[in-house]
């Protein structure tokens, strides 16, 4: 069974920053594409960023060039760190093992009903 905790969300000033983390059990991440995904307040899910089990990254627009994706495979965590931060990176950030990461309007909603996710809060 794979299970994924999220953790490291938080309240932070707009420009602040926040690592997030993805514990993995029940996978190894040299097989896996890994992902993390994001429901702001009143929106829709959004696809944040992932990596690919050869080391290949993809970063949404909105958070190009501010979030950094990694992993540590000898403690099974994937890492999500978020420096520059803005009120609308606001949200409940998931991580999930996808092989077909996309923008998926009801995938936060399945990915809810798996991990609780973590908070992220900026203010301006």
């Known amino acids: 069974e794979v299970v994924l905790v999220e953790s490291g969300g938080g309240s932070v000033q707009d420009g602040g920053s926040l690592r997030l983390s993805c514990k993995a059990s029940?996978?190894?991440?040299?097989?896996?594409?890994m992902v993390w995904y994001r429901q702001p307040p009143g929106n829709e899910c959004e696809l944040v960023s992932y990596?690919?089990?050869?080391?290949?990254?993809y970063y949404s627009n909105s958070v190009k060039g501010r979030f950094t994706i990694s992993l540590d495979n000898a403690e099974n965590t994937m890492y999500l760190q978020m420096n520059s931060l803005k009120p609308e990176d606001t949200a409940v950030y998931y991580c999930?093992?996808?092989?077909?990461?996309?923008?998926?309007?009801?995938?936060?909603?399945?990915?809810?009903?798996w991990g609780q996710g973590t908070q992220v809060t900026v203010s301006s």
């Open positions: 999930a093992k996808d092989p077909e990461p996309r923008n998926d309007p009801d995938l936060c909603f399945v990915l809810s009903s």
């Open positions: 029940g996978l190894t991440f040299d097989t896996s594409d």
């Open positions: 990596i690919n089990s050869d080391g290949t990254t």
